[in-house]
T-cell receptor
């Protein structure tokens, strides 16, 4: 148990569906992140939120829409995805700028787009 | 931009063998360096870290030294166990993972045979 919980663990969706991934951290951290893990590629940082404000968007397509209503919760809203978006989506949190160095990861959501 | 390069594997060793996983980086500044480990079906866990040149990170028998002159952070363990089988990721961050996110290598799949 790392203190970062992601739901669902597995998700299969069609290209016309709309779904959301949820991440919750119980560590009192102020920064939260979404990463994409695809086979044979490095983990890709998608979005960064620090004190609920989005501070980084690494050229992610608009079919991925993040939401951070408070420092403990992070969502990734998905719509009209493509099969190449199938991957493991990892959420992480850390204390935030000026804080400690360690990032804690959730177990991930395995997404399959059909 | 910044990048991390590591041997991809799979690396297959016998139990009690000596382990080295190479990691080199390119960076415009002076980042903190990390090794993360991912066991099957789980998210990433921080294994060890080093925040400045010549620092040595260590944990669970694993060690890595921050070498600025060779821009390297090689992971070593004197005697591996079957339970060390996992995927190992080298990563860097300027805020120490504080709020800027991590840049990862592609990961090295380690297989330890009894």
């Amino acid at each position: 148990e790392t203190g970062v919980t992601q739901t669902p663990r597995h998700l299969v969706m069609g290209m016309t569906n709309k779904k959301s991934l949820k991440c919750e951290q119980h560590l009192g951290h102020n920064a939260m992140y979404w990463y994409k893990q695809s086979a044979k590629k490095p983990l890709e940082l998608m979005f960064v939120y620090n004190f609920k404000e989005q501070t980084e968007n690494n050229s992610v397509p608009s079919r991925f829409s993040p939401e951070c209503p408070n420092s403990s919760h992070l969502f990734l809203h998905l719509h009209t995805l493509q099969p190449e978006d199938s991957a493991l989506y990892l959420c992480a949190s850390s204390q935030g700028q000026g804080g400690a160095t360690e990032a804690f990861f959730g177990q991930g959501t395995r997404l399959t787009v059909v | 931009g910044d990048s991390v390069t590591q041997m991809e594997g799979p690396v297959t060793l016998s139990e009690e063998a000596f382990l080295t996983i190479n990691c080199t980086y390119t960076a415009t500044g002076y980042p903190s360096l990390f090794w993360y480990v991912q066991y099957p079906g789980e998210g990433l866990q921080l294994l060890l870290k080093a925040t400045k040149a010549d620092d040595k990170g260590s944990n669970k028998g694993f060690e890595a030294t921050y070498r600025k002159e060779t821009t390297s952070f090689h992971l070593e363990k004197g005697s591996v166990q079957v339970s060390d089988s996992a995927v190992y990721f080298c990563a860097l961050s300027y805020s120490g993972g504080g709020a800027d996110g991590l840049t990862f290598g592609k990961g090295t799949h380690l297989i330890i045979q009894p």
